[in-house]
């Protein structure tokens, strides 16, 4: 990187239609500046590299020409298209250590100033954490909104909810889609015969893990034989075979074609595989042990041709793979999930840890006796009929969900059959009352001792609060919706219900005092 | 819970009953009683198995004298492997309460390839290889030749086996195959020959139909069990198929071309031993001179197949004379092939009764019909002298000769047809020569004659009163059961008509109607987004299913149905299928569950429960129908309507809807289990087809689901899901009891079974 700074020459687009204006793109250490040619043009540009959030590019090969997308922070993408490769590629290398080195920076500071420099991430993850939990985004809008506190301050007591929440997201695996890869249709340009297919690496993973030929191969083949690309074409090139169901000219390719012919020849390593697994299948399912146990079927033995089992095209042919294989096979992947735990753009890192695992599994079937037994536990489960059985009882906790209400109302009854009555009762609040203005004026005085306020104190409030919202419900009686807890504030009323029940019982045990 | 029949204490391995299971085993202990054979229907998901095993269970402990023998048939290995842990349950069941007096023994019996142990063996592919690999290590004369020849294989489990003689016996116990091949790899003895050993001790014996009905292999198997045995035949609506199977044999061009290859070799091997070991040949003939077709003293290791023609069929009569010498044999063999080579060289179909068959075959070849007869015997004795123990590779010649001995012992109940080609695609030439059987009670007429009691039992047996007349038997009981609901857990609809209010069906000028297949297509689609957890689909044929899964690709549909389930389809790859099922029921344990396609009559069809969440739903896309064209159909029509006066349509029809009642009764097992039912046809709609299903479906099926769209049809499938969910008293409502304490019965003893809560 001379003098830390690369200048190319350039079109500038705004959007892919655009068709561009020519001039020099100047890249320096922290910032990247595009001088259009006609000094006229209002398309100059400045963007600071910390704004830039990702840079795309147009693969070499592919028949579109060298473009560099960027995007920034914002969202908005700007497009250069370079004059050949090797310029976007020192762009492009000059233009990721820049951000990697942006990247180290704001790390650093956010340390020491994190209220100004947030990074998106964190940003997003916050939103994301109020839109999942309505009480937290009730508590923001109370607090943040008011202002009572400042987002950070909001934040920095809930720092775990966010490390943790983003350590479960990475553990989130994410299924296979159902779709099948057969669907994907090659888009045409309308006027050549050439078609172009979209690879993904959801794609790629795919074919991997439904032919395991095709990942072999490629792993055997690239790229040492040949290009990843030469390999894909040549995989879409065996599909198109297939799909035009010829048997005869793709086995006339593959007899010319060595590498075209590992993709149209029958999948050896699926079909072991197979061999393994109908070993461990359920038994009252195996239906291939009862044709291991039909001698009636013996060669030419039996009925032929009564109309019964109807005929089809003999399939003998090596060439032939029919479309309910395949989507047998699809689903069965689908059904397996993402096995791998590999995120990579790299094809090869991507097939290696497929076999690997593919290879960890067989092993375990081997060894393992386990599935065995289950299979047989399993089978001795379902023998049984459910219904005429009785109920078996599994050990159950008991699910007490319970409105909390219910508790003032089991207490009415032990607050009626207090001696002291109404009259009690109002004496007796009277007293929580005092006790509790006195540790008030106490705190006031003293500041904050270490019980808050004293365990008697507590108990007393508690207990006549329970007592007076149970009687009053039983003094307003009717009217079920207005009872005294109604009338409190809201916050209040959610935390008495939350507190009474469980501190009231344990109160009462009068365990409290020994902590 | 325990009860009394009568005088039989019953022992049952639940807390409650289904009324109709106490019904059940009434009757059938009167069958037992009589000592005659019986015909019982009941529906699916009413407990048949266990009622059946716990009835004659608790018969044979009841009656300590004459203890009989449960031999039970069922028709695949799996439901073999069912029965037999339902067996279980209710053994532990009675040891526990009545101690080891009622211990018995119990097992599944099954093939070589599904008992073998011997790894090296089980190496080969497939059944047959592996046959002939246990042959290569067991052969008398193999076992003989390794005294002197180290260098020769055997296997050691089957030399342990044999090493421990008389004292090779299995505890008392239960054992399925698994249990079996557990036990033999732990004792170090073969499984196989064990349990065939033990066949003779064991109280129950759970093995597939061709045991008793294929006389190849009944002959070797079942020859020894006694007459006091009460024989069951399970889902066995499909027992004449099965029948009229096990007799029928055909030949194709290559069959002939193995069969000249296996004649070659047997004529070196017979020049060979004349050379070597001259005398051998020598003693066999001496031997048929005297009358002896078989060495009697055969030990089970030389046995292989039996003679294909029914026992009582089989002269007990010498080898004629000019086929007693080997090459005379193989001479007449020879003229044999080329005979029927130029049959199979025919431009036209042709139907022959086995009569002018055999009396062209002498005018043109010389061939007696008493040689015929004597073929497979004379094979037979020819491969054990040349000892030959690659019985796989011969199993053409041996093709031959079983038809040999058939044409020559039947003369009537078959015919020989002779195709040139198929006739669905007349553009393949593939000649077959076919003898076919029509006559279902030829098979099943020894089991009659021998066992004392025979029952036949299944969901679907309607008409119930055609079975004896097809089987030609008198049943001393014949019941059709009902189904007791405590609540309407089926729900059978006929869907007439798509979402355009067009008619559907597969009748043969609608089935490729683009309209027809879209509409089942958006059917389903709208189906799987309602239904939880498992869907099953069945079509007509493999054909069919292929094509409109085809367009389905194509046009998208299959791709919104792949939206809310995963899709498994059975192919017509035996293990394939088993996998994509081992699969579906892994998708339907987890997540939203999956789709399945299947074949009517096909092997899902026929054996392959989706009971509970494996099956909320069946599609019965069309009416089974045979294939009505195919010449070997006709002329078992055409034998039914003559002897039986049994009419055509109502045979096709009756089985049609037998198939259809098969693959939609799949979906229950227990009355806490609950699915739909939806035949989409608009011919199911018609009454002389509708009226053939099974009464506890036509029972459910109400008048306004008789005629639906796929909307309204939607419709309802929402509102029986809801209801299902609901929790609903087991014991059943308003009066009518559906499940049946102790105190019931007891109660019900002292006041009559009339009461009954129907």
Known sequence: ?515 | MIFKIEDVTVYFPYDNIYPEQYEYMVELKRALDAKGHCLLEMPTGTGKTIALLSLITSYRLSRPDSPIKLVYCTRTVHEMEKTLGELKLLHDYQVRHLGTQAKILAIGLSSRKNLCVNTKVLAAENRDSVDAACRKRTASWVRALSTENPNVELCDYFENYEKAADNALLPPGVYTLEDLRAFGKNRGWCPYFLARHMVQFANVIVYSYQYLLDPKVAGIISKELQKESVVVFDEAHNIDNVCIEALSVSVRRVTLEGANRNLNKIRQEIDRFKATDAGRLRAEYNRLVEGLALRGDLSGSDQWLANPALPHDILKEAVPGNIRRAEHFVHVLRRLLQYLGVRLDTENVEKESPVSFVSSLNSQAGIEQKTLKFCYDRLQSLMLTLEITDTDEFLPIQTVCDFATLVGTYARGFSIIIEPYDERMPHIPDPILQLSCHDASLAIKPVFDRFQSVVITSGTLSPIDLYPRLLSFTPVVSRSFKMSMTRDCICPMVLTRGSDQLPVSTKFDMRSDPGVVRNYGKLLVEMVSIVPDGVVCFFVSYSYMDGIIATWNETGILKEIMQQKLVFIETQDVVETTLALDNYRRACDCGRGAVFFSVARGKVAEGIDFDRHYGRLVVMYGVPFQYTLSKILRARLEYLHDTFQIKEGDFLTFDALRQAAQCVGRVIRSKADYGMMIFADKRYSRHDKRSKLPGWILSHLRDAHLNLSTDMAIHIAREFLRKMAQPYDKAGTMGRKTLLTQEDLEKMAETGVQDMAY
């Open chain 1, 1 to 515: 990187m001379a003098g830390g700074q690369v200048e190319k020459r350039v079109k500038y687009k705004s959007s892919v239609k655009d068709p561009g204006t020519p001039g020099f793109l100047r890249i320096r250490e922290g910032m990247l500046l595009f001088v259009p040619n006609d000094p006229k043009s209002d398309s100059k540009l400045k963007v600071l590299t910390q704004n830039i959030k990702s840079q795309k590019n147009t693969k070499e090969g592919s028949n579109k020409p060298p473009w560099l997308n960027l995007t920034n922070k914002l969202g908005k993408s700007h497009i250069f298209e370079f004059e050949n490769y090797p310029d976007m590629h020192a762009c492009r290398d000059f233009i990721t250590k820049a951000l990697a080195k942006c990247e180290e920076e704001p790390n650093k500071s956010a340390v020491s100033t994190s209220s100004e420099q947030l990074s998106i991430k964190e940003l997003e993850l916050r939103f994301k954490l109020l839109r999942e939990n309505s009480e937290l985004q009730r508590l923001h809008k109370q607090f943040v909104e008011s202002k009572v506190l400042t987002e950070d301050e909001f934040w920095a007591t809930r720092k775990k909810l966010l490390g943790k929440d983003s350590i479960r997201k990475s553990k989130q695996q994410v299924g296979l889609k159902s779709m099948m890869v057969s669907g994907i249709k090659p888009s045409t340009d309308g006027r050549t015969n050439r078609v172009t297919f979209n690879l993904t690496p959801e794609i790629i993973f795919q074919i991997f893990a439904e032919k395991p030929a095709v990942r072999q191969a490629f792993i055997n083949y690239v790229p040492s034989k040949m290009t990843e690309k030469d390999f894909w074409t040549k995989y879409f090139r065996a599909e198109y075979l297939y799909s035009t169901k010829n048997t005869a000219v793709a086995a006339a390719e593959a007899a010319e074609d060595e590498e075209l012919a590992v993709f149209l020849k029958p999948d050896e390593i699926l079909a072991r595989e197979t061999r393994q697994k109908i070993r461990r299948v359920d038994p009252t399912l195996d239906m291939e042990a009862d044709q291991g146990d039909d001698y009636t079927h013996l060669m030419d033995h039996g009925i032929q041709r009564d109309g019964t089992m109807d005929v089809v095209e003999p399939q003998n042919d090596q060439f032939k793979r029919s479309l309910l294989q395949d989507l047998n096979r699809h689903a069965a992947v689908v059904l397996e999930g993402r096995s791998i735990d590999v995120e990579s753009e790299d094809t090869r890192i991507v097939a290696e840890a497929l076999t690997r695992v593919k290879q960890v599994s067989k092993a375990d079937g081997e060894t393992t006796k386990d599935a065995n037994l289950e299979r047989l536990e399993r089978m001795s489960r379902l023998a049984g009929m459910e219904d005429l059985q009785a109920p078996q009882n599994f050990p159950l906790a008991p699910l007490s969900i319970k409105d909390p209400r219910d508790y003032f109302e089991s207490q009415q009854g032990n607050v009626l059959n207090v001696p002291r009555g109404a009259k009690g009762l109002k004496r007796n609040v009277h007293e929580a009352y005092g006790l509790l203005k006195e540790s008030i004026l106490e705190i006031r005085a003293t500041g904050l001792s270490d019980p808050l306020i004293r365990p008697e104190v507590s108990f007393e409030v508690f207990s006549s609060l329970t007592r007076t919202i149970s009687t009053a419900k039983n003094i307003i009686g009717k009217n079920p919706r207005e009872s005294f807890l109604d009338r409190l504030p809201k916050s209040t009323k959610d935390e008495v219900l939350h507190v009474s029940p469980t501190f009231s019982s344990v109160l009462s045990d009068k365990k409290l005092y020994m902590y």
